[in-house]
């Protein structure tokens, strides 16, 4: 092959780039797209609980049945959105999707609860979506047994903990327990890989279909430099992308960067290089747009799922574990969290970046050896 021509290549990447910021649809898809799609994700992936609809059933209607509701209401988890003395109601409520949570309170709930008597309250739930409910219900379940606890040994200590109870609990790197914190960085990695691929596999079809890729084979550029050509403006784009995203992440969102730019910085690079190369492999197996654009989602799609992005990759299969190893997805999230929420170094986190080198290399030598001069 011999050596890269600089000036020829610095030609081609001029040439990559004046075509990828020609168009003024493209700077907004490039730079405007992340940003939104940032925004959009930030604001919906939301997997707190707040104001949970729930309908209430009150047969006792005494004063502490209303202390019970009030303390369920005061948390701020639970909204009431209606109320009723029949139990049937709260069917009704769920089956319309009136109500998320039904508490039904019984007759004599007061004189058992002041006689220190064994009380019930029930509480249903729709199970429709598994992770509010878990949640709703734990909090529930809380609430409730506090407030029985405080009525029988009376109120709590100045600390807030239960008389002979020292209790102290304290979440780390995301104290109030915001999913928002936890949700943007990972957001971030998916936006990356999703325009690494873009960039890469559809520009390489689009010069295809409009037949200048074979003019670029059949002039002096050598197989090295019409690759690094066509891979360089995107590595470029991808880091001006991640600077704008996390831009936003800190001073829109407020998520914490407690570790070090730069080591996130070298863990992106590595992760675009696997990016750039899914992407140029990609263009070598397909002849349209269309088929270069299923193609990518047909990759990008089981990669977030393997990623632990909506998951944790802990609760899936064993086998499906050890498949999420060679996602370059996962590996990153992992990264930019640590680096994000715990302030991690390299000496927590090589093991990922190893991986992410590894696999940026193979996939991208692998795709190389398929895109060469005399065609793919």
């Known amino acids: 092959m011999g050596p890269v021509n600089f000036a020829r290549l610095r030609q081609l990447v001029r040439k990559e780039l004046r075509q990828m910021f020609r168009d003024p649809r493209s700077r907004r898809m490039l ?37 019970l509701v009030s303390a369920v209401t005061a948390s701020g988890y639970f909204r009431v959105t209606g109320q009723s003395d029949r139990a049937a109601d709260i069917l009704s409520a769920l089956d319309h999707g009136e109500a998320v949570l039904g ?44 407030f029985g606890l405080r009525k029988i040994n009376g109120p709590p200590e100045a600390d807030g903990a239960l008389p002979g109870v020292d ?5 780390w790197y995301n104290p109030s327990l915001e999913s ?36 670029l084979m059949v002039s002096p550029l050598k197989p090295a430099e019409l690759i690094l050509g066509k891979t360089l403006p995107p590595v470029l784009v991808g880091f ?21 730019f730069l080591l996130l910085l070298l863990a992106a690079f590595c992760y675009i290089l696997s990016g750039l190369g899914i992407g140029l492999f990609i263009s070598t197996v397909s002849q349209t747009q269309q088929e270069a654009f299923m193609s990518m989602f047909f990759f990008f799609l ?62 991208l030598t692998f795709a190389m050896t398929r895109f060469h001069k005399t065609g793919a």
């Open 180 to 215: 928002r914190v936890y949700n943007v960085p990972g957001v971030m990695g998916t936006i990356v890989m999703m325009m690494g691929l873009l960039l890469t596999s559809l520009a390489v079809v689009r010069e295809r279909e409009l037949g200048t890729l074979e003019q």
């Open 103 to 146: 508490l039904e309170i019984p007759s004599h709930f007061a004189v058992d609860l002041n006689a220190g008597r064994p009380t019930k309250v029930q509480v249903l739930i729709d199970g429709t979506s598994a992770n509010t409910a878990n949640v709703a219900q734990a909090y529930a379940t809380q609430i409730i047994q506090r």
């Open 302 to 363: 089981p990669a977030i799922i393997l990623s632990g992005f909506l998951y944790p990759v802990e609760n899936m299969p064993r086998f499906f574990q050890y498949v999420s190893l060679m996602d370059p997805i996962r590996h990153f999230l992992v990264v930019v969290r640590g680096v994000f929420l715990k302030g991690a170094g390299m000496q927590v986190l090589w093991p990922q970046i190893a991986a992410l080198l590894a696999i940026g290399i193979s996939v």
């Open 31 to 67: 730079f405007l797209a992340p940003v939104v799609q940032l925004l959009l994700f930030g604001y919906a992936v939301n997997t707190d609980v707040r104001n949970v609809r729930t309908f209430v059933v009150d047969h006792d209607r005494s004063a502490e049945s209303r202390e």
């Open 167 to 171: 209790l102290r609990a304290r979440a």
């Open 240 to 260: 001006v992308q991640l600077c704008i995203i996390t831009a936003v992440a800190l001073l829109w969102f407020g998520v914490p960067l407690r570790g070090s």
